[in-house]
C-alpha cells in the first residue's frame, strides 16, 4: 500500500477508535472470517440437502416407472385373456353348427329310413318311434346348446365389459403415470437450476472472501511504518 492509500485510509476512519496493538486487529479480522464461513457452511448444508432431495425423487421416478411397467404387463394379460374368450366363443359356434348339421342329417336318414320300409307297416311304425325319439333327443340336444350358447354370450359380454373396464382404468394409470413423471422431470430440472445458482453463489462468496482477506492484508500496518511504530 502507497503512502498516498494509507493516508486516504487513515482520513477515512479517523473518527473510528483503531486497536491498540496487532493482535485486536487480527481477532477483528478472524471474527469478519467466521461470519463467512458460517455462511458458507449454510450454503453447503442447503446444497447438501438439494442432493438428496433430488435422490429421493430419482427413487419415486424408478417406483413410478415400475408400476407403469406392471399396469402394461396387466393390460397383456387382459389382451390375452381377451383372445382366448373370443377363441372359445368361435369353438361353441362351430360345435353348435356341427350339430346343426347334424340334425339336418338324422331328420334326413329317418326319412329315408321311412321311404325304404314303407312296405312293412310294423317296421316302418317301429322305425319311425325310434326317429322321432331319436329327433326328440335331437331336439333336445339343441335346446341345450341353444341355453348354453346363451350363457356363453352373457357371459362373452361381462368378461368385455370386465375388460372395458380394466382397460380404462389402465389408460387412467397411465395418464395419472404420465403426469406424475412430467411433475418429477419439471421438479428435478428446478432442483437443478436451483443447485446451479447455489454453486454460482458460493463461488462469489469464495471470491468475495478472498478479496476481503486480501484488502484486509493490505489494509494492515506494517511494522516499522508510520502507524506500527518498530519498538511496539
Known sequence: MTDTSMMSYHEE????????????????????DDDYIYSMEDMLD???ELERQKEETEREKSELCRRLDEAERQNSTLRKAQMTIEAERDRALSDLQIASYQNKYSQREALKSQAADDRDQASVQDQLV???????????????LMNENIKMRRRVAKMREHLREAQATVMDEKHKYAKTIGE??????QEQASREDLEIDLQHAIAEKTAVQKEFLETVPRRGSLYFPANR
Open 46 to 48: 442447503e446444497f447438501n
Open 13 to 32: 476512519f479517523a473518527e473510528l477508535e483503531p486497536p491498540d496493538n496487532a493482535e485486536e486487529q487480527v481477532l477483528a479480522c478472524a471474527n469478519y
Open 130 to 144: 325310434m326317429a322321432k325319439l331319436d329327433l326328440a333327443e335331437t331336439l333336445q340336444n339343441k335346446d341345450q
Open 184 to 189: 418429477i422431470k419439471m421438479k428435478l430440472a
